[in-house]
């Protein structure tokens, strides 16, 4: 199997190197063992703490990457919408219940967003992005991972929809008067394995700057 991170190592000629580091805590060793399964030879040249720097080589011809861009189908509020993602985003393959939940649990509050301006924290390939777009909602799309801003943009056009999607840190690329009727997030609570706090903090932080007085703010996790 190729992990997202080890993609580049195919442009390596036979010969070449590779220096990979990471934390054992969190993953060095897997990714070690498979790049040199893959690559040939590979050997740990640092350690420090729980840190590790790994020096591989390219001895063989690596077998050809998987396709680079994943599609299915998902059933949300009635509709069905095909989402396109790249490798290594938020819940691959399938939409995540909580962000499910949340859409159903938006709908029974909320209903039609016709003319409605909706920001969407944390956007990822679009799970909430396109069933709220479908619902009329204007939304707006931020996200940090570009990888992820590819794959929403990719998804919006797989089904004809239509959404501002910005390359952003928490809500920084919004100007800055921008306010909505509704916010929603689905917010990230982990890196790697850690249960990790702060932007999930830092949406909801944003979304009460952000919300128009009389708004409504849907977090699901
Ligand atoms: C739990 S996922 C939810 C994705 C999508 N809303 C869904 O329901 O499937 C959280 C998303 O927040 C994004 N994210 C993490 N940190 C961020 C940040 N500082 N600014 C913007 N987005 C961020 C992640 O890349 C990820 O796509």
Known sequence: MWRPALWPLPALRIGGRAYLAGDKNKGFER????????????????????????????EKEAPPLPPLWHTFKARLLDREFTFRHLPGVFSAGKVDPASLLLLEALKGEVGDLKGRSVLDL?????????????????????????????????SLRANGLRASVLHSDVDEALTEGARFDIIVTNPPFHVGGAVILDVAQAFVEAAAARLKPGGGFFSGG
């Open 31 to 58: 990714y070690f063992k498979e790049a040199r399964r893959l690559l040939g030879y590979g050997e740990v040249v640092r350690r420090e703490g729980p840190y590790r720097v790994a020096l591989l080589e390219k």
């Open 122 to 154: 944390g956007a990822g390939y679009g799970a909430l992005t396109l069933p709220l777009a479908h619902l009329g909602g204007e939304v707006t799309a931020v996200e940090d991972d570009w990888g992820s801003v590819l794959s929403l943009e990719e």
